[in-house]
Nanobody, 125 residues
Framework: QVQLVESGGGSVQAGGSLRLSCAAS????????MGWFRQAPGKEREGVAT????????TYADSVKGRFTISQENPKNTVYLQLNSLVPEDTAMYYC??????????????????WGQGTQVTVSS
């Protein structure tokens, strides 16, 4: 089992920044993909950014490209999401997720094996 704990959410004004953290523990040795996903009220969950832990390659949703950055710190089994130039449309619950399979480690996939509890991001105009 893998446990994921997110932190760093909060409320900011449009144009502001936040940094989300996701600490993984447990049997993390077989985790190949990690990602951040979000779900706004009344909307489906969507992929925001993902990272292949093997080589650090990343993918992003078009709506966040150039504003969000996903990164990893392997010795600490931690993944970060830097959120810059936030807009009200970024308001959502943000979830960290991990997947064992290394096939197609992109934001298009939602079939992750482990999920965190989520951290709320609220952006006011």
């Amino acid at each position: 089992q893998v446990q994921l704990v997110e932190s760093g959410g909060g409320s900011v004004q449009a144009g502001g920044s936040l940094r989300l953290s996701c600490a993984a523990s447990g049997y993390t040795y077989n985790i190949n993909c990690m990602g951040w996903f979000r779900q706004a009220p009344g909307k489906e969950r969507e992929g925001v950014a993902t990272i292949y832990t093997g080589d650090g390659s990343t993918t992003y949703a078009d709506s966040v490209k150039g504003r969000f950055t996903i990164s990893q710190e392997n010795p600490k089994n931690t993944v970060y999401l830097q959120l810059n130039s936030l807009v009200p449309e970024d308001t959502a619950m943000y979830y960290c997720a991990a997947r064992r399979s290394r096939i197609d480690c992109s934001v298009r996939r939602l079939d992750y094996d482990y999920w965190g509890q989520g951290t709320q991001v609220t952006v006011s105009s």
